[in-house]
């Protein structure tokens, strides 16, 4: 069993800046990926940014150059932040993260989701 444990949401003015962590704990061996997707109210779940096992980094394109993904393997932690919001950010984002369990089976694991509020 492996859970992710989010924090960091809240209400922000735009402008204002945010940090979301989340950790990965339990039966977990391996972690290759870890990402960060969003979900607005009437829109489908998109990827923000996501963060390779040797520190590669992918950000969808209305977030670069204001939103930084990185990771802390020792702690199995992932963190976005989050820089010069809009309103157009808010959104409940979601924790994933791809890895393998001890018995080197695939697991893909999501957070419970943390919501971010920009207002105008």
């Known amino acids: 069993q492996v859970q992710l444990v989010e924090s960091g949401g809240g209400l922000v003015q735009s402008g204002g800046s945010l940090r979301l962590s989340c950790t990965a704990s339990g039966s977990i061996f391996s972690i290759y990926g870890m990402n960060w997707y969003r979900q607005a109210p009437g829109k489908q779940r998109e990827l923000v940014a996501g963060?390779?096992?040797?520190?590669?980094?992918t950000y969808t394109d209305s977030v670069k150059g204001r939103f930084t993904i990185s990771r802390d393997n020792a702690d199995n932690t992932v963190y976005l932040q989050m820089n010069s919001l809009k309103p157009e950010d808010t959104a409940v984002y979601y924790c994933?993260?791809?890895?393998?369990?001890?018995?080197?089976?695939?697991?893909?694991?999501w957070g419970q989701g943390t919501l971010v509020t920009v207002s105008s």
């Open positions: 994933n993260v791809v890895g393998s369990d001890y018995g080197k089976r695939y697991l893909e694991v």
């Open positions: 963060i390779s096992s040797n520190a590669i980094t």
